[in-house]
């Protein structure tokens, strides 16, 4: 079965510093999402992506976040200024037609 | 805001025990309904969807869920639990256009052996 690839697994980092999560969508797929899941609370939508745009945002993903595809595959999440409450697990998921997968997830530790 | 409910939090289970899940979702006009399981360790899994046709859904490993829109429900159900299925079961839902999904706040299973 197709997989979307995620790196790295854990990633901590100084409270203030940027951060670039990194996922590799399955090659065919149209749509790309980045989702968050904070320890003991509900996966959130954070934001999609199309025809290489962002076609849709949460209230969530503020100036802080961005997107971007840079070179056809890796699909990468940027966060300028790191804050303790964006501690969670990012998943990237990516889709075409009805089914969404999900990568495995990486784990942000902000200190 | 289009909202996913799942009612029970943490359930613990015996081996060949029923399972039974809720899950609600908000009106939004058509609906598409997903459950996902997450083993320990693992990332999100589909286990089945409903888009539209036969309420009753079967999906992998022996799981299945009815649609009842009358009840804006979405139950997931098995009827005999393996201490495999331990794992954290989020019931999603992405209305017209499906777009993003909306996720419930999950439930964590624990099958005892």
């Known amino acids: 079965e197709p997989e979307v690839t995620q790196t790295p697994s854990h990633q901590v980092t100084q409270m203030g510093q940027e951060v670039i999560l990194r996922c590799v969508p399955i090659s065919n797929h149209l749509y790309f999402y980045w989702y968050r899941q904070i320890l003991g609370q509900k996966v959130e939508f954070l934001v999609s992506?199309?025809?290489?745009?962002?076609?849709?945002k949460s209230e969530i993903f503020d100036d802080q976040f961005s997107v971007e595809r840079p070179d056809g595959s890796n699909f990468t999440l940027k966060i300028r200024s790191t804050k303790l409450e964006d501690s969670a697990m990012y998943f990237c998921a990516s889709r075409r037609g009805g089914r969404t997968f999900f990568g495995q997830g990486t784990r942000l530790t902000v200190v | 805001a289009q909202s996913v409910s799942q009612h029970n939090h943490h359930v613990i289970l015996s081996e060949a025990a029923s399972l039974e899940l809720g899950c609600n979702y908000s009106?939004?006009?058509?609906?598409?309904l997903f459950w996902y399981v997450q083993y320990p360790g693992q990332h999100l899994q589909l286990l089945l969807k409903?888009?539209?046709?036969?309420?009753l859904v079967k999906g992998i490993k022996g799981f299945e869920a009815e649609f009842i829109k009358s009840k804006f429900s979405f139950n997931l159900r098995k009827p005999s639990v393996q201490w495999s299925d331990t794992a954290e079961y989020f019931c999603?839902?992405?209305?017209?256009?499906?777009?993003?999904?909306?996720f419930g706040t999950g439930t964590r299973l624990l099958v005892s052996p």
């Open positions: 009106y939004g006009g058509t609906v598409n």
């Open positions: 409903y888009f539209s046709g036969d309420p």
């Open positions: 999603a839902a992405a209305w017209a256009g499906f777009q993003k999904l909306v």
């Open positions: 992506f199309y025809n290489n745009e962002i076609s849709e």
